[in-house]
């Protein structure tokens, strides 16, 4: 079965970190630019970073620069991203997906290409 499925969502207090994983199943992820896109309750999907197929160059949105980080693992088959220092307003599902590419640079802009289900981030004391 061709999908992408993320997990290490969860309820974290402010200032705690998380994981998010990306895992690619029936194709293989490093062929696609991934990007993770997040949505908070009442607010459009919001893209984050994302990082491009073979040299693995990244981008971030500005407002997630310096607590975010893409990463991925060709061996596994996944993208990660690591939160750190979360806030309240980082609350949102989180989706990864592909992306697309302009020359080694990946953009966030959405394929139709695969698409997960989400993972919830709650951010709360």
């Known amino acids: 079965q061709v999908q992408l499925v993320e997990s290490g969502g969860g309820l974290v207090q402010p200032g705690g970190s998380l994981r998010l994983s990306c895992v690619a199943s029936g194709f293989t992820l490093d062929y696609y630019t991934i990007g993770w896109f997040r949505q908070a309750p009442g607010k459009e999907r919001e893209g984050v970073a994302c990082?491009?197929?073979?040299?693995?160059?990244?981008y971030y949105v500005d407002s997630v620069k310096g607590r975010f980080a893409i990463s991925k693992d060709k061996a596994k088959n996944t993208v990660y991203l690591q939160i750190d220092r979360l806030k309240p307003e980082d609350t949102a599902v989180f989706y990864c997906?592909?992306?697309?590419?302009?020359?080694?640079?990946?953009?966030?802009?959405?394929?139709?290409?695969?698409w997960g289900q989400g993972t919830q981030v709650t951010v709360s004391s």
């Open positions: 997906g592909t992306v697309m590419q302009v020359g080694r640079t990946c953009v966030m802009v959405p394929t139709d290409d695969y």
């Open positions: 990082i491009s197929s073979g040299d693995g160059s990244t």
